[in-house]
């Protein structure tokens, strides 16, 4: 059983920037993939970016260019970068790990942007 924690959301102006972590109480070297999901007020959950056991990433079209999504397996932690923030990206974000067994998610971390 993996848990997983997240910390580094916050409150920032438009234009700043934030780390997200995902901390596994586990080992995540056999997640197969690790991602970041975000859901606003009133909206669906929706994938931000994922990363393989091999390091492949993809991005939600909406953050391409300004997010960036990283694992460290020796210290079963996962990154997200955050720049040019954009009040659009307030929600609360989601910390999920895939070993294509079981689906773990985080309790997830706020992240307010003002404009």
């Known amino acids: 059983q993996v848990q997983l924690v997240e910390s580094g959301g916050g409150l920032v102006q438009a234009g700043g920037s934030l780390r997200l972590s995902c901390a596994a109480s586990?080992?995540?070297?056999?997640?197969?993939?690790m991602g970041w999901y975000r859901q606003a007020p009133g909206k669906q959950r929706e994938l931000v970016a994922h990363?393989?056991?091999?390091?492949?990433?993809n991005y939600a079209d909406s953050v391409k260019g300004r997010f960036t999504i990283s694992r460290d397996n020796a210290k079963n932690t996962v990154y997200l970068q955050m720049n040019s923030l954009k009040p659009e990206d307030t929600a609360v974000y989601y910390c999920?790990?895939?070993?294509?067994?079981?689906?773990?998610w985080g309790h997830g971390t706020q992240v307010t942007v003002s404009s």
């Open positions: 990363i393989t056991k091999g390091s492949t990433t």
């Open positions: 586990g080992s995540i070297f056999d997640i197969n993939v």
């Open positions: 999920r790990g895939d070993n294509y067994v079981a689906i773990y």
